[in-house]
């Protein structure tokens, strides 16, 4: 099943892949869930599901406790006279200044399938800040929504960094799955802008650590990233698995095209 929202990076396209090396487990555990392409696509008894973006678990939230009630509410938002210019500029500054939560997690979706090719772009001050889109008309997600609801009543969703979500693996229940921001391929390229501040080489690198740290503990961890010298580097201790991904994430073009992509697993070992 595809995930509701558009997602930059979303694995839905290699998640046959993926779950061909994801060992078995009673719960899984993913610290970059995004979309949720894994979590929706798998089938463990239990799920912990993480980011460091508050507006996506916050409308995984909404939709996981209210179901077809809020569904029906994100509807309301996707009329013919809400898909212009003029309107989404407004629900986007609502979008910013509310603090009514369950509004912002509609307009989240509004602003999901509205904007321009469902990116996700914070300014500095952390304002959702993705330009408007120009689609003939926006489709509204309702199956996959419902999908994702029924799912998440084995889930529990919170916000939070890697490093935390990751220290809460279990051994002999665990196994984790980690799709972190993808490393850049140019200097010039960066695209990835899920939430205000960022992900560079440090943040890979101590990754990758706390990856080895949990296989020491007995929790197999599995990584994705680009295929590049300095992920070989960081996940040397790891088994590669290589293979070649078509992608459309970057609007500049310094990221579209081919770019090999690698799974990294680290097996718990004890
Ligand atoms: C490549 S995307 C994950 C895509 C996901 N696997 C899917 O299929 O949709 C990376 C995610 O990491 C999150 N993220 C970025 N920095 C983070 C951090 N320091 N801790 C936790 N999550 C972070 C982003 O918000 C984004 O959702």
Redesign the pocket.
């Known amino acids: 099943m595809r ?1 509701f929202l558009k ?6 396209r290699i998640v046959d892949r993926i779950k061909e090396q994801l060992p078995p487990s009673r719960r899984l555990i ?9 979590f929706l696509n798998t089938n463990y008894d239990n799920y912990l599901l ?4 508050p507006d ?1 678990i916050n409308i995984f939230r909404y939709l996981q406790s209210e179901g077809t009630t809020f569904i029906e509410y994100c509807r309301t938002f996707f009329t013919p006279e809400n898909n212009s210019e003029e309107i989404y500029y407004i629900f986007r500054q609502e979008f910013n200044n509310t603090k009514d939560n369950r509004l912002k997690a509609a307009l989240f979706l509004y602003l999901n399938r509205h904007g321009y090719n469902g990116l996700v772009r914070y300014s500095l001050k952390g304002n959702f800040n993705t330009p408007f889109g120009t689609y003939e008309k926006p489709y509204f997600p309702e199956k996959e929504m419902l999908y994702f609801f029924e799912k998440s009543q084995r889930a529990e969703f919170i916000c ?3 490093e935390d ?1 990751m220290s809460q693996a279990i051994p002999g229940q665990d196994v984790c799955y980690c ?4 490393v850049t391929l140019s200097s010039t390229a960066n695209f990835t802008s ?2 205000a501040g960022g ?1 560079g080489p440090d ?1 890979q690198l101590r990754l990758a650590k706390l990856a080895q740290g949990l296989a020491k503990k007995g929790i197999s961890i599995l990584l994705s990233n680009h295929d590049t010298e300095f992920i070989r580097q960081a996940y040397s201790s790891a088994q590669i698995i290589a293979f070649d991904v078509q992608r459309f994430i970057s609007c500049d073009g310094a990221n579209r095209g081919k770019a090999g992509e690698v799974l990294a697993l680290f097996p718990g070992c004890r």
């Open positions: 995930p997602w930059p990076g979303s694995k839905f993913e610290p970059f869930v995004g979309s949720g392409a894994v993480a980011d460091n973006n996506l939070s960094s890697f979500t799709d972190p921001p993808y899920y939430s992900f943040e």
